[in-house]
């Protein structure tokens, strides 16, 4: 099936920018949504941010808009999490997901149907 791969975790600074990858092998198709989710330690996984095929439509937790930007790269099959002015509260294990349904972007994790080993992102203050 699908296998995707998480890396650009680390330790970063409150205030500073990070990169996340995520690199989709398998059959994946384009019209996938692809997602960003994070669990906190201690807290239950929450959605951060989605998009849609093409990057034609995407959505972001109120909690890191204007903040985070996800981007695709369907010939690459990679999905990007570029995260900016970070805090200690994005600190959290990151995982990418696909959902084979499409559109709409949902924001439930069991909406998804494939899943990434996760990436850790440690913000200090």
């Known amino acids: 099936q699908v296998q995707l791969v998480e890396s650009g975790g680390g330790l970063v600074q409150a205030g500073g920018s990070l990169r996340l990858s995520c690199a989709a092998s398998?059959?994946?198709?384009?019209?996938?949504?692809m997602g960003w989710f994070r669990q906190p330690p201690g807290k239950e996984r929450e959605f951060v941010a989605g998009i849609s095929w093409s990057g034609g439509e995407t959505r972001y937790a109120d909690s890191v808009k204007a903040r985070f930007t996800i981007s695709r790269d369907d010939a690459k099959k990679t999905v990007d999490l570029q995260m900016n002015s970070l805090k200690p509260e994005d600190t959290a294990v990151y995982y990418c997901?696909?959902?084979?349904?499409?559109?709409?972007?949902?924001?439930?994790?069991?909406?998804?149907?494939?899943w990434g080993q996760g990436t850790q992102v440690t913000v200090s203050s």
């Open positions: 997901a696909a959902d084979a349904q499409g559109v709409p972007i949902m924001t439930q994790r069991r909406s998804y149907d494939y």
């Open positions: 398998g059959r994946i198709f384009s019209n996938y949504v």
